[in-house]
């Protein structure tokens, strides 16, 4: 199935014999009730109209590759000014890496740049609101300024060279920030400051220690000088506490969390009257001893960087979660015992297949699992949140070894853990859709979750059953509360996994509306007084914009900015085709983009046509869709190659982001065999309906899809004529902990699971050629992965690789020149080859 793109903005739906159901994942859920959601499930196919092919000038390559300032740059960092009618955003300047800053309201298409002496004046994207929404706090350059939103008189709070954050009302109306790990409270009617509490990051003092041994008790026994001094020391500690007990004007708010600890988060009370707090022991994320050169250096001396830690140097940490009663000054540890599955071996048959391969046998064991709070790569929030009025506070956790996510809360009373949610996969706890909260004014949470197989929106009384808020194959994400809980904003791709509009439900009747219409995709941010969204919206063809929009249903949305370049809107750039693969492994399609030849006739017959299949990179990420890619240079580049007769096609293989719990876990403990065959897939398609000759097949990606151009040549050498692999990852034991014990578990437990998942495994594969393109000053994927794999083929005595080396660039290439070098070789090697 095709989808086809014009300048339309409505969505047509084919009709489909069935949707797609998919099998729910391994989850653990105390949801006992659900309700409909008003909005359909996503359908398998539906033709989506969007933008056509832009400009008439031939790009080329040297164009594609060069600073993309050319392009027009975008507006960056957009929010919103306290006064919900101005939008704040940043733009980079021509020339340079400078950003600045500009104002516009939102009636008007004229931004005005805002002077840097007036930069502490336009809020911030993180700004805080007093409950009564009168005043509102933020920081700038670590300094704390209160708004009063009535009088529009700014006032700042402090101006010290130490760095003030997170700024917070209480209920009474009193502020709150965080110095480092001491809390401060500002009375704002007085000005008075004082100190709610100082988390010390050390050993509790153990007052003044008495003899022991039995010299030293005869040396107090026998010398009066040194008695004397004993009792001196006891009296002045004795008075000093005296003081601090009986005197309400001096501070004593230390709590000693142990030293050789770092605090990993600590969330205040809104009423400033307790602390959660999240311990962990103190590690470095660099190696002990591993370096990474700098080769390239002011000085011309060769530069040894720390180098990040690998996965196989991991060792399994656990958080210590306190809370602290400020009142009555008392700090207890809560213990993780009373989370279902807390001491679970649930890689026990991972374990047994590792040991029967050692000729061993495993017997399984409980045994607490290392928990930590959820802290992941975009989680925004907190991971513990209040209640309005303070009598509850929720806490997300996360096991480890990522198999479990637990939703808890505190029970005060007996100072336990009380978990609300748990949520188990066999495979791994996805990071992407773990946003939670509470209503207001009341005990029920409301948190996402993919225990029916795709990110999904529930609710759960603290002492109730959950109940669904959405429902569908469709993936819910970014959550935004009203003040009235009216509504649930929310961000899903309903209609089109591709396709990504705002929507809203009510969380007391269940009810969803759609909100946005743009076709593309949009993210959203609520105006301060709720009445507005601020939108950032792009299509295929085009960047990020911004738009605003009244915030109700089918609202229609006012066009803000407009940034990009005449230059860029002159360039022929190809608009690709959204296609439905079929999958010869799932009963889902594999979704694509396909960019065709302009003289490209459909249902032309001869098996003619040359084709590369560009693999996207960070595995986890969903590039089919209809917005405008991350990947713009690589857009460019296969808008090229198809003026010069290539199909160009751009998979979502599995593991992909958008299309559920079941196609993004597919990869667990075998990365890179569901992706080939999608690729495979890919081939099968372009051959039966694009005209290409399968012995004209080339393949290129960078990062995660260098891995898997490795894979593809190395495990089916004769799906492609040739391929280039750009950063790529050859060995996952050297990759970091956080992305890859997800997929593979830990080296020491799941050995098996890495040596299936290596490309250096599988050298022995490669018989068509090979192009490797590595930065030397890659502290993601490091040089040393090429390295090692390069000497293995030489062991192997393959003659049909090359390596290009690029000396300055990191992960993501920053040097016009580099892009171009780097996209020249892959531009000649498909050249050479198909």
Not at 276 to 288: G, P
Not at 492 to 509: D, F, K
Not at 813 to 825: A, C, G, N
Request: hydrophobic share 35%.
């Amino acid at each position: 199935m095709i989808f086809n793109f014009s300048s339309s903005k409505t969505l047509v739906a084919l009709a489909v014999a069935s949707s797609i159901m998919l099998a729910g994942c391994s989850a653990t859920a105390n949801t006992s009730s659900t309700q409909q959601s008003a909005l359909p499930a996503t359908k398998v196919a539906a033709v989506v109209n969007t933008p056509a092919d832009i400009g008439s000038q031939k790009i080329t390559l040297e164009q594609a590759m060069a600073d993309p300032d050319w392009m027009g740059n975008q507006p960056e960092s957009a929010y919103w000014a306290s006064d919900s009618a101005t939008i704040i955003y940043a733009q980079k300047e021509q020339g340079n890496t400078l950003r600045d800053l500009f104002s516009q309201p939102v009636t008007s298409q004229t931004a005005e740049q805002v002077a840097l002496n007036k930069l502490h004046t336009v809020g911030s994207n993180k700004a805080v609101y007093s409950k009564n929404k009168t005043m509102a706090a933020y920081t700038f350059k670590g300094n704390v300024f209160v708004k009063n939103l009535k009088t529009g008189e700014l006032k700042q709070i402090t101006a010290t060279s130490a760095s003030e954050s997170k700024p917070q009302f209480l209920n009474n109306g009193d502020l709150v920030y965080r110095q480092g790990n001491v809390f401060f409270k500002i009375d704002l009617k007085t000005g008075l400051t004082s100190e709610l509490a100082n988390l010390k990051l050390a050993d509790e003092p153990k007052g003044i220690e008495e003899p022991s041994t039995y010299i030293a008790k005869e040396q107090h026994k026998l010398i009066k000088f040194v008695a004397l001094q004993q009792k001196n020391k006891k009296d002045k500690q004795a008075r000093s506490e005296q003081i601090n007990e009986q005197n309400d004007s001096i501070a004593n708010t230390a709590y000693y969390l142990g030293d050789g600890n770092k605090v990993a988060e600590a969330q205040l009370s809104p009423n400033g009257d307790a602390l959660l707090v999240v311990v962990k022991e103190k590690t470095d994320w660099r190696a002990d001893g591993d370096i990474m050169p700098n080769y390239i250096t002011n000085d011309a001396t060769i530069e040894p960087k720390k180098a990040r830690r690998r996965v196989a140097d991991a060792k399994e940490e656990t958080s210590q979660l306190v809370y602290i009663n400020l009142t009555n000054k008392e700090q207890t540890s809560l213990s993780f015992n009373t989370l279902p599955g807390f001491d679970e071996d649930v890689l026990a048959a991972v374990k047994k297949e590792n040991y029967a391969r050692d000729g061993k046998t495993y017997k399984s064991k409980k045994a607490p699992r290392g928990i930590n709070v959820i802290m992941d790569w975009g989680f925004e929030q907190s991971p513990i949140v209040w209640n309005d009025d303070g009598s509850q506070v929720a806490v997300m956790l996360e096991a480890w070894d990522n198999k479990d996510r637990w939703l808890a809360t505190v029970d005060f009373k007996n100072n336990k853990l009380v978990s609300q949610h748990r949520l188990h996969d066999d495979a791994w706890i996805a990071y992407a859709f773990n946003d939670f909260g509470w209503l207001h004014n009341s005990n029920t949470l409301y948190y996402l979750s993919e225990e029916s197989g795709y990110s999904q929106l529930y609710k759960k009384p603290v002492n109730g059953s959950a109940t669904a808020l959405t429902q569908g194959q469709f993936e819910v994400s970014n959550l935004t509360l009203t003040s009235d809980d009216s509504a649930i904003y929310y961000k899903a791709n309903v209609e089109h996994p591709g396709l990504y509009e705002i929507y809203r439900v009510n969380p007391q009747t269940g009810k969803s509306e759609q909100v946005t219409d743009l076709n593309g995709m949009t993210n959203y941010t609520l105006s301060p007084d709720e009445t507005k969204l601020l939108l950032k919206h792009s299509t295929i063809t085009m960047p990020n914009e911004l738009y605003v929009a009244d915030a109700k249903a089918n609202a229609k949305a006012t066009r803000l900015t407009h940034t990009v370049s005449d230059e860029f809107l002159a360039k022929k750039l190809t608009a690709p085709k959204i296609v439905a693969v079929p999958s010869s492994h799932t009963e889902q399609p594999i979704y694509a983009k396909v960019y065709y030849p302009a003289d490209y006739v459909e249902g032309e017959v001869g098996k003619n046509r040359k084709a590369v299949i560009f693999n996207h990179g960070a595995g986890y990420l969903q590039n089919s869709h209809m917005g405008f890619s991350v990947y713009f240079r690589e857009f460019m580049f296969h808008s090229l190659l198809a003026d010069e007769g290539y199909i160009v096609m751009d998979m979502d293989y599995r593991a992909s982001k958008g299309y559920g719990r079941d196609w993004r876990t597919a990869i667990y403990r075998q990365m890179g065999t569901p992706e080939t065959q999608d690729l495979a897939d890919g081939v099968k398609w372009m051959a039966q309906n694009a005209n290409v000759d399968t012995k004209a097949v080339g393949t290129y990606g960078g990062s995660y899809g260098g891995f898997m151009t490795f894979m593809a040549l190395f495990t089916a050498p004769e799906l492609f004529q040739s391929g280039a692999a750009l950063r790529p990852v050859t060995d996952w034991a050297h990759y970091n902990t956080g992305y890859t014990a997800n997929i593979l578990n830990h080296p020491d437990v799941d050995p098996i699971a890495y040596e299936r998942s290596s490309p250096i495994y599988y050298a022995e594969g490669l018989n068509k050629r090979l192009l490797i393109n590595a930065p030397m000053v890659d502290d993601n994927v490091f040089f040393q992965d090429s390295v090692r794999l390069v000497q293995r083929l030489i062991e192997l005595e393959k003659q049909n690789f090359e390596t290009a080396i690029f000396p300055v660039e990191p992960h993501g290439f920053v040097q016009p020149s580099s892009w171009l070098d780097e996209y020249r070789r892959i531009y000649k090697l498909f050249k050479e080859t198909l």
